[in-house]
């Protein structure tokens, strides 16, 4: 047993004397299958602070039933985890090493030990099509909990779950709604170990700075309610939660997981430049600094994976009379190998004590008291100010590009000016707590600036890239050099209509009216 895979399921606690509903009535039930138990025995581990419980993460070994072997889950959503699983072999008196990596930015190198041991008798159903096609399992389980530090807090209950397996979202709420009806209650925890090690959860404060992690979903500390810092730090701590789930995701090499941690690394390191002097500027500096660098080796991973997905397209949109020499394999032989050196360097960066420093001084970054100064001002005036101030760059930036010929001086007028509607967007979308709907506007103003300038550094990065491929092709009298040469022009032709785009988006949003709650 091994792999991965994502599992939407639905909790309900019962009574004892609870009678599982007749499910046929749900619609797309054509039958439930015959009942089948196993008696289960699951060994949960974590830090002595419980700090993969505490994020609501799952680290087991089971015994018995069809799935037994060590499970690590990941939260998703509500009721969505990603289930990753090796078999009871890979982890003969330990863990297994690599799901200990996947949780390192959670256990920052603290230990993981036996913390709860939970003995269930399951008794479980499948919920079949008229076809037979199994599209759910409902387990009746009746659990008894067995914490390791302290056993007088161990207890027993029932609970009934429902997972998907074929079926949709549409069915787990119809089923959900049945086992209500039927008198079944919605679960209060997420999983049993959280249940069983509710009493020890009670007794440690939320994660916070420091080793444990920060709880980025917890109120703003005690203090900062109605400053500037408190809006802007709500905005940190929600980014480095972001980076930090993305973490074990980007090591899984799950799909999008690079953009989704490098966006919230580049999120991160503009709010810490823009609302600068809301920060101790010496930790500001250098958090600006570890994650320039953090975002620097992820972006060449993700860089290669927009370059794949485009070239694809780009190929694949040429007739066949047009498309001389085998230019996709050429293509991909480039970036595959520049990808698996990318994917490395990934590792080895996540993999770092730097890295584990990073997250570490985050946390703290969060639990930091408030400073004197603008971080005490009434917010408004003070948010105001300094997104204002992100603005202005951003127009100076525009303007200086007009009196600059085609060549490498505009190309790179053109990357700052979109590196800067970067900025503006995420500081405007920081503040949009503060002042709703025309932040969020004015933020998704910014990224139609930044995604149609981006496109144009798009064309530029694969101009260059097919250039060197095609002059190479050439000397070596390759077939596809012509083939090279005409996506070539089609790079070039994207790069001018890009331009032409920004030039009328500009003339948009460069208009008062978006920006007349920045002076209210």
């Given at each position: 047993?091994?792999?991965?895979?994502?599992?939407?399921?639905?909790?309900?606690?019962?009574?004892?004397?609870?009678?599982?509903?007749?499910?046929?009535?749900?619609?797309?039930?054509?039958?439930?299958?015959?009942?089948?138990?196993?008696?289960?025995?699951?060994?949960?581990?974590?830090?002595?602070?419980?700090?993969?419980?505490?994020?609501?993460?799952?680290?087991?070994?089971?015994?018995?039933?069809?799935?037994?072997?060590?499970?690590?889950?990941?939260?998703?959503?509500?009721?969505?985890?990603?289930?990753?699983?090796?078999?009871?072999?890979?982890?003969?008196?330990?863990?297994?090493?690599?799901?200990?990596?996947?949780?390192?930015?959670?256990?920052?190198?603290?230990?993981?030990?036996?913390?709860?041991?939970?003995?269930?008798?399951?008794?479980?159903?499948?919920?079949?099509?008229?076809?037979?096609?199994?599209?759910?399992?409902?387990?009746?389980?009746?659990?008894?909990?067995?914490?390791?530090?302290?056993?007088?807090?161990?207890?027993?209950?029932?609970?009934?779950?429902?997972?998907?397996?074929?079926?949709?979202?549409?069915?787990?709420?119809?089923?959900?709604?049945?086992?209500?009806?039927?008198?079944?209650?919605?679960?209060?925890?997420?999983?049993?170990?959280?249940?069983?090690?509710?009493?020890?959860?009670?007794?440690?404060?939320?994660?916070?700075?420091?080793?444990?992690?920060?709880?980025?979903?917890?109120?703003?500390?005690?203090?900062?309610?109605?400053?500037?810092?408190?809006?802007?730090?709500?905005?940190?701590?929600?980014?480095?939660?972001?980076?930090?789930?993305?973490?074990?995701?980007?090591?899984?090499?799950?799909?999008?997981?690079?953009?989704?941690?490098?966006?919230?690394?580049?999120?991160?390191?503009?709010?810490?430049?823009?609302?600068?002097?809301?920060f101790d500027q010496d930790r500001a500096r250098r958090l600006d600094g570890e994650l320039r660098d953090l975002a620097s080796a992820l972006s060449g991973a993700r860089d290669n994976e927009?370059?794949?997905?485009?070239?694809?397209?780009?190929?694949?949109?040429?007739?066949?009379?047009?498309?001389?020499?085998?230019?996709?394999?050429?293509?991909h032989g480039h970036l595959t190998v520049d990808g698996s050196q990318a994917r490395q360097q990934v590792l080895a960066t996540l993999r770092d004590e730097r890295y584990r420093r990073l997250?570490?001084?985050?946390?703290?970054?969060?639990?930091?008291?408030?400073?004197?100064?603008?971080?005490?001002?009434?917010?408004?005036?003070?948010?105001?100010?300094?997104?204002?101030?992100?603005?202005?760059?951003?127009?100076?930036?525009?303007?200086?590009?007009?009196?600059?010929?085609?060549?490498?001086?505009?190309?790179?007028?053109?990357?700052?000016?979109?590196?800067?509607?970067?900025?503006?967007?995420?500081?405007?979308?920081?503040?949009?707590?503060?002042?709703?709907?025309?932040?969020?506007?004015?933020?998704?103003r910014a990224a139609e600036v930044q995604e149609v300038l981006g496109t144009r550094q798009d064309a530029a990065v694969a101009r260059e890239l097919l250039t060197r491929w095609g002059l190479?092709?050439?000397?070596?009298?390759?077939?596809?050099?012509?083939?090279?040469?005409?996506?070539?022009?089609?790079?070039?032709?994207?790069?001018?209509?890009?331009?032409?785009?920004?030039?009328?988006?500009?003339?948009?949003?460069?208009?008062?009216?978006?920006?007349?709650?920045?002076?209210?």
């Amino acid at each position: 047993m091994g792999g991965t895979h994502r599992e939407a399921e639905r909790k309900f606690e019962v009574d004892p004397g609870f009678r599982l509903p007749s499910l046929t009535d749900v619609r797309g039930v054509a039958a439930v299958g015959e009942p089948e138990t196993f008696d289960l025995e699951a060994v949960y581990f974590d830090s002595d602070d419980l700090r993969l419980a505490r994020r609501k993460i799952t680290l087991r070994r089971r015994s018995g039933g069809p799935d037994e072997g060590w499970h690590l889950k990941l939260p998703v959503a509500a009721d969505v985890r990603d289930e990753i699983q090796r078999p009871l072999a890979a982890g003969v008196g330990s863990v297994p090493g690599d799901l200990l990596d996947l949780v390192d930015a959670y256990l920052r190198g603290a230990p993981v030990r036996p913390v709860v041991t939970l003995r269930t008798r399951r008794t479980a159903r499948l919920l079949l099509d008229g076809s037979g096609q199994a599209l759910a399992e409902v387990v009746d389980d009746h659990v008894t909990s067995e914490p390791v530090d302290d056993p007088e807090t161990g207890s027993q209950w029932r609970e009934i779950e429902v997972e998907l397996v074929s079926g949709g979202r549409r069915l787990l709420g119809a089923v959900g709604d049945a086992l209500l009806l039927a008198g079944a209650g919605p679960a209060a925890s997420t999983s049993k170990a959280t249940r069983a090690l509710g009493p020890a959860l009670a007794r440690l404060r939320p994660p916070s700075g420091g080793r444990g992690g920060t709880d980025a979903t917890a109120p703003a500390p005690e203090g900062l309610a109605g400053s500037a810092r408190s809006v802007v730090m709500a905005y940190v701590a929600k980014n480095v939660e972001a980076l930090t789930a993305a973490d074990p995701r980007v090591r899984l090499d799950g799909p999008d997981a690079v953009h989704k941690m490098r966006v919230a690394a580049r999120r991160l390191r503009s709010t810490l430049r823009t609302f600068e002097s809301l920060f101790d500027q010496d930790r500001a500096r250098r958090l600006d600094g570890e994650l320039r660098d953090l975002a620097s080796a992820l972006s060449g991973a993700r860089d290669n994976e927009v370059l794949l997905e485009h070239f694809d397209a780009a190929v694949a949109a040429l007739p066949p009379e047009l498309t001389v020499g085998p230019v996709a394999d050429q293509i991909h032989g480039h970036l595959t190998v520049d990808g698996s050196q990318a994917r490395q360097q990934v590792l080895a960066t996540l993999r770092d004590e730097r890295y584990r420093r990073l997250l570490l001084d985050l946390d703290e970054l969060i639990a930091a008291p408030v400073l004197d100064g603008p971080g005490r001002d009434e917010a408004g005036p003070t948010l105001a100010r300094l997104v204002r101030h992100a603005d202005r760059r951003l127009t100076r930036k525009v303007g200086r590009i007009e009196a600059i010929d085609p060549g490498p001086a505009r190309d790179e007028a053109l990357h700052s000016a979109r590196k800067q509607a970067k900025r503006l967007r995420y500081a405007a979308e920081a503040v949009t707590p503060l002042w709703g709907d025309p932040a969020a506007d004015f933020a998704r103003r910014a990224a139609e600036v930044q995604e149609v300038l981006g496109t144009r550094q798009d064309a530029a990065v694969a101009r260059e890239l097919l250039t060197r491929w095609g002059l190479e092709e050439q000397k070596a009298n390759g077939a596809s050099s012509f083939t090279l040469g005409l996506l070539l022009g089609r790079e070039e032709t994207r790069m001018v209509a890009a331009e032409r785009d920004f030039d009328a988006l500009w003339a948009e949003v460069s208009r008062h009216r978006h920006r007349r709650w920045l002076k209210e």
